[in-house]
């Protein structure tokens, strides 16, 4: 039975949390396509707040590897276990799906693997493969566990020679530990830095509202920076469960604005920063402002 933080305590959302929905075409045609296909995507499971916006604009986001983690971070909803043999037939069926949804871009992410010797590396590159083959014109972005920043298997990852290749710090260095599963904040860093340095478009994400300061956060993107990330997102951390870790602040739309007015300053090249910004949002204009460099 997992621990309730603070069943009492809890903080009321405020108004700027309220999915504002973008509905177009393209919007309902995708919805129609997923459905009539029994598609998967992690913006429908997830219940991304984005999902209605970025279909519009002909992107979404695959999990691959299997639904359950060997991870079990505090913030997360994805399930704790031991995961089932990655599927031989999903990389193909990864990039039908891109086919019949018509994607301009899409987003790979997955569980966490270190039940598999190569971290599920090989079918990350395998999926990527995939995808290319049928959907040359699409774009490709990955949103990678940490692979123990291990050499040998992110080279299988920048072999896959994905357009933006991501993993997420989370948040700062002190709440790491509370927060994350075995993931360490300085290995976050080395994988993202080897990643830049074997040629990738590297890119990170924040939550904000798990109890950092405005000082530690700065640090955090300066860490980011230095490692050579060029794309960074910040969004607010909404607890999937009163069993998740609490929510210590709501982020104003206004903090948020300031965050990302300080990444710019620092360099990179692209940051999005606002309560509901999630990993892959716009993730499009992210890529297309890095190539403009």
């Not at 809890?10 to 309902?28: C, F």
């Not at 296909?37 to 707040?49: K, V």
Request: charged share 25%; net charge neutral.
């Amino acid at each position: 039975m997992p621990k309730l933080y603070d069943q009492v305590t809890r903080i009321k959302k405020p108004d700027w949390l309220k999915i504002r929905l973008h509905r177009t075409a393209n919007y309902a045609e995708v919805r129609h396509i997923v459905e009539e296909h029994h598609l998967h995507t992690i913006c429908s499971s997830g219940r991304c707040p984005n999902q209605a916006e970025c279909w519009s604009r002909r992107t979404a986001t695959f999990m691959i590897l299997g639904d359950i983690c060997t991870r079990g971070c505090r913030f997360c909803a994805t399930q704790t276990g031991r995961p089932l043999p990655p599927d031989e037939k999903e990389p193909g069926e990864v990039a039908e799906s891109v086919r019949l949804m018509q994607l301009r871009y899409v987003v790979l992410t997955s569980v966490t693997r270190d039940d598999l010797e190569d971290g599920g590396a090989n079918h990350w590159k395998a999926t990527v493969e995939a995808v290319r083959e049928q959907n040359p014109d699409a774009a490709i972005e990955l949103l990678i566990p940490d692979m123990d920043a291990k050499p040998h298997l992110l080279d299988v990852i920048l072999a896959s020679k994905a357009d933006i290749v991501g993993h997420n710090i989370e948040t700062v260095e002190r709440l790491t530990s509370e927060v994350r599963s075995r993931a360490k904040y300085r290995t976050s860093l080395a994988t993202l830095k080897y990643l830049a340095d074997g040629g990738a478009k590297t890119k990170s994400g924040l939550m904000l509202g798990l109890g950092e300061t405005e000082d530690e956060v700065l640090q955090t993107l300066a860490d980011l920076r230095e490692a050579g990330v060029s794309i960074v997102t910040l969004g607010q951390y909404l607890r999937p469960s009163l069993g998740h870790y609490p929510v210590a602040a709501y982020i104003t739309p206004e903090k948020f604005e300031w965050y990302r007015q300080r990444a710019l300053e620092m360099g990179f090249s692209y940051c999005a920063s606002a309560p509901l910004v999630r990993s892959s949002y716009l993730a499009e204009e992210a890529l297309n402002s890095v190539k403009s460099r």
